[in-house]
Structures are given as C-alpha cells and as structure tokens.
C-alpha cells in the first residue's frame, strides 16, 4: 500500500471505531480481515496512526481545530509515519485510495502548533474530568507527564535468572537493539528506533520459548523487587491474572519456599500454568479461580502477600491509549471499592512480622496513596515502610526525592521512563 492509502485506512478504522464504539484492536482486526491484499507491514504502520491519534486526541484535535478522523489522522500522520509536511501533502492528493487533497487551511494548520489558549489538560492529552487528579499527582509537571504518558512505550522484557544471566539474553538479542533497563538489573529494554514500524514478537523468539525471558515492563519489575521476596518465603500474590508478577517473585525466591497464586478471574488465571512450566518453578500453588473459601483457610501464615490490586489502568496508558477515554467516574469507584476489599483480605492472611505489598498499574492519587492511608487507618497494626532505603537495597540506587515521599514510591514514564506503578510496602507488627 502506498502512504496515501495506509492514512486513508486509518481514517477509516477510527471512523468504525467511533460509529461501532469498539475498541482499537478490534476494529483494526476488523479492517484487516475485510482488505486481505494488505501486508503485515501495511496493518503495523495503520496500527501505529490510528493508536498515535488516541495518544494524542485532544492536542491534535486543538491544533487541526477539529476532531473528524480525518483531521486527527492528518495531524498524526506526519509523526506516525515520520515523513515532512510536503511530503505528506504529496500523499494525500484525492487519487484513487487516498483520502481528499490536503485543503489550504488544513495545510495551514499542519503547520502551526497549539493555540496559546489551550488548557492544560490538551496539551496533556488527558481527560478533563481526572485533570485535577493527575494535577494533584504531577503539579506542574501535569503537561510533560501527560505527554509523556501519550508516548509510544518501549519492550521491556525481564530475564528469568533461574535459567539465564542478563548478559547473555542481551547478546541473544542484540539485533533488536536490546539495552539493559535503567533500573532493575532484571530488565532487558528494546526501544522504538527509526524506521521501526513495530517492535519484534519476542513470544516467537527461542529466548521466551526457552524460558529465558518473560514480556514485563520494568516498573512491574521495580515492584516485586521492592517487595523483597527472599528465599524459603511463604508467599500470597493475591491477584496473580497472567501470573508476570509471580514468575518474578518465584525467579526471587530463587525456587524456594512456597507461592500461592490466586485470582478471582478464571480467564484471567488460565496462561499461569503454561508460564510456570517455561519458567522452570517449582513451588508455585495455583489455586482455583475465585475459591475465597479456600483462600480464607489459609489463615495468616504468609511472611508476603503480594497485592496487584485491580485499577484504572492509568499507567498503562502508553500501550493502551484507547483505555484513556473509556474509562468513566462510575468505573473507577467500582474499582476503588474492588481496591478496599482486596486490601481488606489480605491484612487476613499477613502473619505477624510479615509484609503486605500493595501495587496498583495507576498514578491517581485516589487509588494509590489515598487507600493506603485509609488502610492503616482502620488496620493499626500495621505501618509503612520507607520506599527509599528498599530501592537502595534492592536496585542498588537511590530514586529521585519525589518517588518516595511519604515511604511509597510512585513510578512514571516521565520520571523513571517505566509506566505509571505505585508500590506501598506496609509490616505488620509482630505479636
């Protein structure tokens, strides 16, 4: 396909997007299945334009001063597809499969950047309605921490040290680009470069096959690293989903001790096993799905419970832009209610002298420092401990001030270049 026809497609997916009101994914699998002359490389690059405009749908639609996905596609196209403004005039010239020539004003506009009058929460590409949330997180730092979060996020990949070193999975994948991560010395980071139109499939590569690698994004890793799973623990990763954190806490434990995978989603729950067996770990117990009988049985024995609580998603805008504008006030009290329960059982199951983790994929203050505070409120028996001292422990480095104030830690693109996660690490006081 040429270049005129990938941006007329991707004015279309978003015109079905928005007629349907489905999501990305599916709309673009959509899209594909009914243009089969269209080349995997055809489907990445209008994948890229149609998720480049949900990035950045506000601060387009403020500079092409219209939201048609016309005018957005147009306003993205030029980052998108990393070509100049004639250039992209050139493509766009009403022939056949293109979309209707570039008009004087449209040009124009493609030209200029934002009015000075725009609001802060355009130029950040974030709802209007979390805007003070997020404000109240980031101060002044609400725009680039915006723009940040609207960025396209690079492949964080964690090396599985029960079967590989890191320097040996960045020698295996060295023709990606493969970098060690900023942070954690787990990490393996494959960025964006030019002329890349989508970052590789690791799952079909034989590190991941092997069980060297597992797909997890370095600020996931920062929170089980925080959480300080040692060897011979007995460990509770109270919302396991796909089981990335467990692996990680099992890799910790180096396969020892004993880890108790439960989730309250079957669906969920259902690729741990096939990941256990890559991984090669042994102590893992996967509990039935959504058995809160069995998981109340178990009673306070456990040194770590390990909760990934269920969120917003807010971190995760970066890889899933069109969750920005889905999510709704009615859904996050639904998952604020979701986060006190869950933070609820598992105070059950702490031993005394044991650990509570505490992580949730958001930077709004509601579902982060808001509901420790209000934990250890109603639980005096518990206490936070500092963020800071753990990071040196664990990373061997000391985060910025603003990481950590208060005892959490609070993750962002911006800041650490990791998506948005906030990790709390609470003690129960022993008997």
């Not at 396909?1 to 994914?25: C, D, F, K, S």
């Not at 124009?108 to 609001?119: F, K, Q, S, V």
Request: proline content about 6%; aromatic content about 4%; overall charge neutral.
């Amino acid at each position: 396909m040429r270049t005129g026809g990938r941006i007329q497609a991707a004015i279309e997916v978003l015109e079905a997007m928005a007629r349907q009101h489905r999501p990305a994914a599916d709309a673009l699998s959509d899209w594909g299945r009914a243009h089969r002359f269209a080349g995997s490389g055809d489907r990445a690059v209008i994948g890229n334009i149609v998720y480049d405009v949900l990035r950045k749908r506000l601060s387009l639609a403020a500079q092409m001063q219209n939201d048609t996905p016309r005018h957005l596609v147009l306003a993205a196209a030029r980052d998108a597809l990393a070509i100049e403004l004639d250039e992209l005039c050139a493509a766009v010239d009403g022939s056949r499969h293109a979309p209707a020539a570039i008009t004087d004003g449209e040009r124009a506009r493609l030209a200029g950047g934002l009015p000075d009058d725009t609001p802060d929460h355009v130029r950040a590409d974030v709802p209007e309605w979390l805007a003070p949330s997020l404000a109240r997180r980031f101060g002044d730092r609400l725009v680039a921490e915006g723009r940040a979060m609207a960025a396209r996020a690079p492949l964080d990949l964690r090396v599985n040290l029960l079967k590989a070193d890191r320097e040996r999975v960045l020698k295996h994948l060295e023709g990606f680009g493969a970098e060690p991560t900023p942070h954690a010395s787990t990490g393996v980071r494959i960025a964006h470069r030019p002329g890349m139109t989508r970052l590789p499939n690791i799952e079909a590569d034989s590190a991941h096959g092997k069980g060297w690698v597992e797909v997890q994004d370095e600020g996931s890793q920062i929170a089980a690293l925080l959480s300080a799973a040692g060897p011979r623990e007995q460990v509770l990763d109270l919302c396991a989903g796909a089981g990335g954190k467990t692996l990680a806490l099992g890799a910790q434990m180096q396969n020892t001790g004993q880890i108790y995978a439960y989730d309250r989603d079957r669906g969920q729950l259902r690729p741990i096993f096939e990941r256990i067996r890559r991984a090669g770990l042994r102590q893992v117990q996967v509990m039935e799905a959504g058995d809160m009988a069995a998981l109340d049985e178990l009673g306070p024995r456990f040194d770590l419970v390990f909760v990934d609580a269920p969120c917003s998603g807010s971190g995760t805008w970066r890889r899933k832009p069109d969750a920005k504008w889905r999510l709704k006030p009615k859904a996050l009290e639904t998952r604020l209610q979701e986060q006190r329960d869950v933070l609820s059982r598992a105070a059950t199951l702490v031993k005394p002298g044991g650990r509570l983790a505490y992580v949730t994929c958001s930077v709004l203050p509601e579902e982060n420092e808001d509901q420790v505070a209000s934990f250890l409120e109603a639980h005096p028996d518990f206490a936070i401990e500092p963020a800071a001292p753990l990071w040196a422990k664990a990373l061997d480095s000391e985060p910025d001030a603003a990481a950590h104030a208060n005892g959490w830690l609070q993750l962002s693109p911006l800041g650490h270049g990791t998506d948005g996660f906030f990790v709390a690490l609470l003690a129960r006081a022993p008997n």
